[in-house]
Every structure is written in C-alpha cells, then in structure tokens.
Nanobody, 126 residues
Framework: EVQLVESGGGLVQAGGSLRLSCAASGFTFDDYAIGWFRQAPGKEREGVSCISSSEGRTYYLDSVKGRFTISGDNAKNTAYLQMNSLKPEDRAVYYC???????????????????WGQGTQVTVSS
C-alpha cells in the first residue's frame, strides 16, 4: 500500500522559511513523480512544484520560482519542499502527491497523480 506522510508545516513570519517533508512508503523510490500542491481557503488546489526520478528536472509555479526548491532523497524515500522568503499568500494546506511508475517530465496537474498525503498546514503571518 502506497502511503505519503507530510510534515514540516507550521506558523512562520513573512520572509521566513519552512521545509516540508513527504515520507513515502509502499513503492520503490526510484521510479516516480512527486508533486507538491497547495489549497488555500476558498481556492482550488494548485500545483506548486514537481520532480520526476527518470528525468530529474523540476518545475515550479511561477509565483514560487526562486523561493521554493523541491528535492528527493532516494535513500530516505523522502521528498522535500524547501520554502524560503515566505509570503502571506503562500498560506495553504500543502499536499504531496505521487505517481509510480513515471517516465518523462513531471506534471503540476493534480489529476496526473494517484496517491496523496493528508496535507500539512502552512501559515504565514504578515
């Protein structure tokens, strides 16, 4: 059974940083796409960043480029989202999602992913 468990959310002041973790189990962490998504109150879920093991390229939502970095640690079966220079508009529940196996570029479209974590709240105070 594939499971994804996010952690690392919390309350931070604007300009601060958080690192989200997504611990994966139930699949081999060497053939996957991992996406980070977020959903703010009253808004649709949007793709923030993604990475695929086969291609290694990363993609970002325009509004987080230069501030967020996605990475994966195959040895730990864990993906990360480093978030720097956080803004109040980054406030949302953040979810990691996975699809395995995966070949090619990853996607920021939530329908492309089969497995989802429970989410972790990120709150940024102004």
């Amino acid at each position: 059974e594939v499971q994804l468990v996010e952690s690392g959310g919390g309350l931070v002041q604007a300009g601060g940083s958080l690192r989200l973790s997504c611990a994966a189990s139930g699949f081999t962490f060497d053939d996957y796409a991992i996406g980070w998504f977020r959903q703010a109150p009253g808004k649709e879920r949007e793709g923030v960043s993604c990475i695929s093991s086969s291609e290694g390229r990363t993609y970002y939502l325009d509004s987080v480029k230069g501030r967020f970095t996605i990475s994966g640690d195959n040895a730990k079966n864990t993906a990360y989202l480093q978030m720097n220079s956080l803004k109040p508009e980054d406030r949302a529940v953040y979810y990691c999602a996975a699809r395995t196996p995966w070949i090619g570029s990853c996607s920021l479209v939530n329908l492309e992913y089969d497995y989802w974590g429970q989410g972790t709240q990120v709150t940024v105070s102004s």
